[in-house]
C-alpha cells in the first residue's frame, strides 16, 4: 500500500461484476473509496489497488479527459 500525503481512502472488499475489477470513487469529504471486486484472487487485486491508487496521484476526477484516455495514461 502507498500513503498518498494529505489523501485519506478507504478499500472495500464487495462483489461487483465480473468484468469490473475495482474503482475509485470521489466522497463528499474530500476523501476517496476504493472498491475491489472479491471474485478476484489477491495478486489480482493488489494490481488494480496500485491501479486505483494512481488515479487518485494523478488527480484524474479532476481533469476533463474521457475516461479512455484517463486509463490509457
Known amino acids: ?3 498518498i500525503p494529505g489523501v485519506d ?3 472495500y472488499f464487495d462483489l461487483l461484476p465480473y468484468s469490473v475489477r475495482g474503482m475509485v470513487t470521489t466522497n463528499n ?3 476517496f473509496s476504493i472498491y475491489l471486486n472479491k471474485r478476484y484472487p489477491l495478486s489480482v ?3 488494480t489497488f496500485r491501479h486505483e491508487v494512481k488515479h ?3 488527480d484524474d476526477f479532476y481533469n ?3 475516461i479512455g484516455i484517463v486509463e490509457d495514461l
Do not use: R
Open 1 to 3: 500500500m502507498k500513503y
Open 29 to 31: 469529504d474530500g476523501t
Open 9 to 11: 481512502y478507504f478499500v
Open 56 to 58: 487518485i496521484e494523478n
Open 45 to 47: 487485486l493488489q494490481k
Open 64 to 66: 476533463n479527459l474521457p
